[in-house]
């Protein structure tokens, strides 16, 4: 299997641009989560989705943030307006099941960078 | 939010050396999980504990679990240049019945092992 997709790696946008992270969770696996990494505040979950339904956005900063899972295969993370604060690396995880004794896979991340 | 915390921050040892991190919890857990991350990649399951267990091994590493004072331990035996990365212990504190899937994760340990 090839483990978590995810794309861009990179990405450089200036304040203000809609930034679009993508994600290709392992096939089979139920459940899907979005992080993002920082220096300062670790690694904090942003939403989880289900069955690609969402389950818990609690974590999502601000309506600048959204995401969605059309299908089993796919999610995307979407930031519109990029602010430089957004500045993080972002990480897509999946897993079997839902459970919190279930091992994450996660994707290599995008790094991203707003001007 | 609660959050894991890693003892120490930083932790630099030569090869071959043992290798011991420390993660620090709040409030009651049902799970607790140890992961790596390597610079610029995305997070590795390492090992699970549940919380009526004390201690698992897995190859070189064991990690302990003491719930009456809410740590958990992660010891590499016979440490490598290999085994340089970030360490971090996640748990399911805070977690009610209908959130039993999140995953908590620290800020984490990260080991320099010297060749």
């Known amino acids: 299997d090839a483990g978590v997709i995810q794309s861009p790696r990179h990405e450089v946008t200036e304040m203000g641009q809609e930034v679009t992270l993508r994600c290709k969770p392992i096939?089979?696996?139920?459940?899907l989560f979005w992080y993002r990494q920082t220096m300062m505040r670790g690694l904090e979950l942003l939403i989880y989705f289900n069955n690609n339904v969402p389950i818990d956005d609690s974590g999502m900063p601000e309506d600048r943030f959204s995401a969605k899972m059309p299908n089993a295969s796919f999610s995307t993370l979407k930031i519109q307006p990029s602010e430089p604060r957004d500045s993080a690396v972002y990480f897509c995880?999946?897993?079997?099941?839902?459970?919190?004794?279930?091992?994450?896979?996660f994707g290599p991340g995008t790094r991203l960078l707003v001007l | 939010s609660q959050q894991g915390e890693e003892d120490p921050q930083a932790l630099s040892i030569q090869e071959g050396e043992n290798a011991t991190m420390n993660c620090s919890y709040k409030?009651?857990?049902?799970?607790l999980q140890w992961y790596r991350q390597n610079s610029g990649r995305g997070l590795v399951h390492l090992i699970l504990i549940r919380s009526n267990e004390r201690e698992k091994h897995s190859g070189r590493l064991r990690v302990t679990l003491d719930t009456s004072k809410k740590s958990s331990s992660l010891l590499i035996t016979a440490s490598r240049a290999a085994d340089t990365a970030s360490y971090f212990c996640?748990?399911?504190?805070?977690?009610?019945?209908?959130?039993?899937?999140?995953?908590?994760f620290g800020k984490g340990t990260l080991l320099t092992v010297n060749p």
């Open positions: 995880a999946s897993s079997l099941l839902a459970g919190s004794w279930e091992t994450q896979y």
């Open positions: 409030t009651s857990i049902n799970n």
């Open positions: 096939s089979g696996h139920n459940s």
């Open positions: 996640a748990t399911d504190q805070g977690n009610s019945g209908g959130s039993n899937y999140k995953l908590t």
